[in-house]
C-alpha cells in the first residue's frame, strides 16, 4: 500500500546546529503537510505545499517540495530549545482524501 | 471557539471492559477522524466521517465503531477492550470533505491503559 517514509527517526542536536528530516513517497503527490507535536502534546499544522519545487520559510523553518513532487523536507536553521518535538509529514492516502502520516522524526535538543 | 474536545484525558480499562472516547469540534467542520499513536509507529488512521450520518474505516478499525449522528460529535467506541488498544488516541477535523487539501484540528487526545 501506499507509504509515506520519513527519516531520520530520530536525531539528537546542540542547540544552535541545524535540523533537516526528510519525507518520500513511492508516488506523486498532490500535496505535503507537516506537523509539529510537542512532548506530551497533540499534532499541530505547520504548512502545506502544493506546487512543484515549492519553497515556504516560516522564521528559521524551511520547507520544500520536490520537482517530481515524491519528496519534502523541513530544514529548521539554528535549533532552539523551543523546536524540540516530533516533527511529521503527511500526504493525501490515493483518492480517498485521507492523509498517511509518515512516522516522524523527534528532535531533541542540547541547551 | 473551542476546536476540538476529547474526553477523558486519561483512562485506565481492564481486559473485555468497553467504553466510548468522546470528540466533539465548534468549527462546523465536514471531515472528522479518529487516529492512535503508538510508539515509533506514527499517527494510524482508525475510522473517519466526511459528513454527518456517515462513517467509513480507515488503516486500524477493528475493535472500534463508531457513529456521527450531528456535525459536532464523533465519539468512538471500544467493544471489548484489549491490551494491544493501549495508546494515545487522538480525534481530528477538517473544514472540507477533501480534507488533504485543508489543515486537520487535533484534539489534546486521551491516554487509554488496557490491563
Known amino acids: 500500500g501506499q507509504q509515506v517514509m520519513q527519516i531520520p527517526q530520530y536525531q539528537h542536536v546542540q542547540e544552535g546546529e541545524d535540523f533537516t528530516t526528510y519525507c518520500n513517497s513511492s508516488?506523486?503527490?498532490?500535496?505535503i503537510q507537516w506537523y509539529k507535536q510537542r512532548p506530551g502534546g497533540h499534532p499541530v499544522f505547520l504548512i502545506q505545499?502544493?506546487?512543484?519545487?515549492e519553497v515556504k520559510k516560516q522564521k528559521r523553518l524551511t520547507f520544500q517540495f520536490g520537482e517530481a513532487k515524491k519528496n519534502s523536507s523541513l530544514h529548521i536553521t539554528a535549533t532552539q530549545t523551543t523546536d524540540v518535538g516530533t516533527y511529521f509529514c503527511?500526504?493525501?492516502?490515493?483518492?480517498?482524501?485521507?492523509?498517511?502520516f509518515g512516522k516522524g522524526t523527534k528532535l531533541s535538543v542540547k541547551p | 471557539n473551542a476546536g476540538v474536545t476529547q474526553t477523558p484525558k486519561f483512562q485506565v480499562l481492564k481486559t473485555g471492559q468497553s467504553m466510548t472516547l468522546q470528540c466533539a469540534q465548534d468549527?462546523?467542520?465536514?471531515?472528522m477522524s479518529w487516529y492512535r499513536q503508538d510508539p515509533g509507529m506514527g499517527l494510524r488512521l482508525i475510522h473517519y466521517?466526511?459528513?454527518?450520518?456517515?462513517?467509513d474505516q480507515g488503516e486500524v478499525p477493528n475493535g472500534y465503531n463508531v457513529s456521527r449522528s450531528t456535525t459536532e460529535d464523533f465519539p468512538l467506541r471500544l467493544l471489548s477492550a484489549a491490551p494491544s488498544q493501549t495508546s494515545v488516541y487522538f480525534c481530528?477535523?477538517?473544514?472540507?470533505?477533501?480534507?488533504?487539501?485543508?489543515?486537520?484540528?487535533f484534539g489534546p487526545g486521551t491516554r487509554l491503559t488496557v490491563t
Open positions: 481530528a477535523s477538517s473544514y472540507s470533505m477533501l480534507m488533504s487539501s485543508y489543515e486537520q484540528y
Open positions: 508516488t506523486t503527490l498532490s500535496n
Open positions: 505545499l502544493v506546487k512543484s519545487g
Open positions: 503527511a500526504a493525501p492516502r490515493g483518492s480517498q482524501g485521507n492523509l498517511i
Open positions: 468549527m462546523n467542520h465536514e471531515y
Open positions: 466521517s466526511v459528513g454527518a450520518g456517515i462513517t
